[in-house]
């Protein structure tokens, strides 16, 4: 009996079959469960927190969806997982990522089943991966020279990005905004420079780019309301010492006559702090902490416009926006690198005032103001544009660009079809399940259109074997389309992280023949 009592009492221990039955059920729920949002008719799924606030999520972006989920099954977690890594990496493709591996898996199941050792699945799966990325290589576009040509990419793209989400219907007008932002970047990838404001009321339709800044706080009482030619001190201290904190400081006087005078000693503090503020020639004053209305009067009389609890997220980008830094001491002023900006004024959206910049000088930084009809859609109106925005800022670096719709699937499991007929042994049986999982995502395109996807893949294979056909699902006439003509394009850079990603990732779930769980902490009676 000693042998049963290695683990502790309440561990389980799941060996050989059982473990890899668990993980393979598990990872294909998870698959299964994000597989109806992928496409341009997939759907969306509501998550229901049951946490304080009952926080209702409408989404069809894989990532939030699994990023949303509690699971106990070790091997879903490794699937959630690339699908985080693939929205941080290059932001979409996070449901294709899921499928893809979930599919993989699914294959790799019934060849476990017919007794190939995973090892040997593994490696044929890496070949396999190998080959059909060299495949889709070949077959590439790079419009990179060509301005106007590699706009219209950019547009194609962000289209087809933006065609499975909710903005579909305005999707020419927001594939527009997200090109002529990614644009102003110049190349670099930092998303920070984009920022983006939710203000609900009017419709989507109704959402804007604008080239400045926009700060979503309101200008201080007896301020100016607009300053031109604005330099501007984008600070992070504290504007709040002008009265003794009550709850704070412990003072003994003797009479009441010294509070006084230590209140007057701590104005003093503050009218030197605000005068080394203003010695620096500023006339805008940004500060991230609160500022009271003592120093608030102080620089209302100096004329200076003072912004108090600018968020840090704010501060910093403005910071980046106006070429200035983030001071937090005053006493030399020369050393201090102030911002520039053309001019400050207020504007109005919607029943709310706020700040803009304009002319600043970063180029690069613009505002996206989202318009919508409730806060769901407005969070999923987001979600979806930094989607966008992030394959188009990765498009601009790696300028590679295949055709969508099902299209780089099919081309790879043409190729990767080949390899398994000239492979001997039993990884050409890994193989070829390999270029099966592949037709995995057009057939998911076709089903959640409601098509015929048996149907429509036999057909699209055929299209397939004439020499550089662009055949792929168009869902929209129900049938095989000409996915050039249609203008459906996707990033490279994604395709090929959709494809390493899962296959690393059904290796990994692949490697696992035992899977053991610890005892639950037990919880000790306080009483």
């Known amino acids: 009996m000693a042998v049963d009592k290695l683990l502790k009492d309440e561990a389980t221990e799941e060996k050989g079959e059982r473990a890899r039955m668990a993980s393979f059920v598990g990872a294909m729920a998870i698959a299964d469960l994000v597989k109806t949002t992928l496409g341009p008719k997939g759907m969306d799924k509501i998550l229901q927190s049951t946490g304080r606030g009952n926080s209702v999520m409408v989404t069809n972006d894989g990532a939030t969806i699994l990023k949303s989920l509690h699971i106990e099954n070790p091997a879903a977690k490794v699937l959630v997982d690339i699908s985080k890594v693939q929205d941080d990496e290059v932001g979409d493709g996070t449901t294709s990522v899921v499928v893809l591996a979930g599919e993989l898996l699914r294959e790799a199941e019934k060849l476990v089943a017919t007794k190939i050792h995973p090892m040997t699945i593994i490696s044929g799966y890496r070949l ?52 002529h932002a990614v644009m102003r970047l110049k190349g670099s990838t930092n998303l920070e420079a984009i920022q983006i404001i939710k203000k609900p009321g009017g419709s989507l339709k109704d959402s804007f780019l604008d080239e400045g800044f926009i700060l979503d706080k309101k200008i201080g009482i007896g301020q100016p309301k607009r300053i031109e030619n604005a330099k501007i001190l984008v600070a992070n201290t504290a504007m709040d010492t002008d009265k003794v904190k009550i709850y704070g400081a412990r003072v003994r006087v003797d009479s009441m006559s010294k509070v006084v005078d230590i209140e007057g000693a701590e104005k003093e503090k503050m009218r030197e702090k605000v005068q080394k503020i203003i010695a620096h020639g500023i006339n805008c004053f940004v500060n991230r902490q609160l500022i009271y209305n003592f120093p608030e009067e102080l620089f209302a009389d100096a004329g200076v416009l003072a912004i108090e609890h600018a968020d840090f997220d704010g501060i910093e980008r403005l910071a980046l926006v106006t070429g200035g830094e983030i001071a937090s001491t005053f006493d030399n002023p020369e050393l201090v690198k102030l911002g520039h900006c053309n001019l400050i004024e207020e504007i109005m959206i919607g029943e709310d005032k706020l700040i803009h910049f304009s002319g600043v000088e970063m180029g690069q930084a613009c505002t996206i103001i989202l318009r919508g009809a409730s806060f769901h859609v407005l969070d999923e109106a987001e979600r979806s544009l930094h989607d966008a925005l992030c394959v188009l800022s990765q498009t601009v670096n790696d300028s590679r660009v295949v055709l969508g719709g099902g299209w780089p ?15 001997p042994g039993k990884k050409s049986n890994a193989i070829e399940a390999f270029s099966r999982a592949l037709l995995a995502i057009p057939t998911t395109i076709a089903d959640n259109a409601g ?10 294979r055929a299209e397939h074997h004439k020499e550089g056909s662009p055949a792929g699902i168009d869902v929209i006439s129900r049938s095989v389309g000409d996915m050039a003509e249609l203008g459906i394009s996707e990033s490279f850079k994604v395709k ?32």
């Open 128 to 179: 396999a991966a190998e080959y059909a990325r060299n495949a889709l290589l070949q077959k590439v576009m790079d419009n990179k020279e060509d301005e106007e040509k590699f706009k219209s990419d950019l547009m194609k793209i962000a289209m087809t990005s933006l065609s499975s989400k909710i903005l579909s219907q305005d999707k020419e007008h927001f594939a527009k905004l997200a090109v």
């Open 409 to 423: 699937e099919m081309v790879m499991a043409k190729a990767v079809d080949e390899l398994a007929r000239t492979t």
């Open 451 to 460: 098509l015929d996807s048996a149907e429509l893949i036999a057909k699209l």
């Open 496 to 527: 090929q992280a959709v494809l390493l990603s899962a296959t690393e990732a059904a290796e990994m779930i692949l490697r696992v023949d035992d899977i053991i769980t610890c005892a639950p902490r037990k919880r000790e009676d306080r009483m």
